[in-house]
């Protein structure tokens, strides 16, 4: 069973306006979550971080949230642009384990 | 800064055939691993590696073989391709055990 859940599987949004992906985790102790964009035909690249001490980070127009007492963390893009079309995945990863629990994804389509 | 480079970005087989993907990364990372990511499925690991000489196994090793005799490279060895085997396959490395993973670009295999 996959212990870390996306959601929703995609959206469209059009250039400029707001969204906000989730994530659902199972995994427990935790050490940190990560978000990570991934554009079409490329490799994940980090967005950001988080230990279970914070909760939010931001990076330019991202921000991640996270509580760990209800097992959910959530990424907002704020003004979207055409270059946010993209797959966001959820990263969650445990104390002195090195496998990382990965969502499927969010799939984010910017319109004009 | 090269990051984490993979070769070939693509690659045909027929099965049967085997084949090495390669991984190198400039980093000085004592982490490395590989993914594979099919649709609809979060990442999932095959081996990593948590420094020269040492690896183990991940979630789906059987059929893929792995080898770490220096601190940049990490190749990933397909013993006998098979159609399941299709897939796209990430490298990455990390400099600790809980930190920011670094993708390569991948490797779109396909087995016929």
């Known amino acids: 069973k996959n212990q870390v859940e996306q959601s929703p599987q995609s959206l469209i949004i059009l250039e400029g306006k707001n969204c906000t992906l989730q994530c659902n985790y199972t995994v427990s102790p935790f050490s940190n979550l990560r978000w990570y964009k991934q554009d079409t035909g490329r490799g994940p690249v980090s967005l950001t971080i988080m230990t279970f001490s914070e909760n939010t980070k931001s990076n330019g127009r991202y921000t991640a949230t996270l509580d760990a007492d209800t097992k959910q963390s959530s990424l907002h893009i704020t003004a979207s642009q055409l270059s946010d079309s993209a797959s966001y995945i959820c990263?969650?990863?445990?104390?002195?384990?090195?496998?990382?629990?990965f969502g499927a994804g969010t799939t984010v389509t910017v319109r004009a | 800064n090269a990051g984490v480079t993979q070769t070939p970005k693509f690659q045909v087989l027929k099965t049967g055939q085997s084949m090495t993907l390669q991984c190198a990364q400039d980093?000085?990372?004592?982490?490395m691993s590989w993914y594979r990511q099919d649709p609809g499925m979060g990442l999932r690991l095959i081996h990593y590696s948590v420094g020269a000489g040492i690896t183990d196994q991940g979630e789906v090793p059987n059929g893929y073989n792995v080898s770490r005799s220096t601190t940049e490279d990490f190749p990933l060895r397909l013993l006998s391709a098979a159609p399941s085997q299709t897939s796209v396959y990430f490298c990455?490395?990390?400099?600790?055990?809980?930190?920011?993973?670094?993708f390569g670009q991948g490797t779109r295999l396909t087995v016929v």
């Open positions: 980093m000085n990372h004592e982490y």
């Open positions: 990455a490395s990390s400099l600790q055990l809980d930190t920011e993973a670094f």
């Open positions: 990263v969650v990863s445990a104390p002195y384990d090195y496998k990382l629990s």
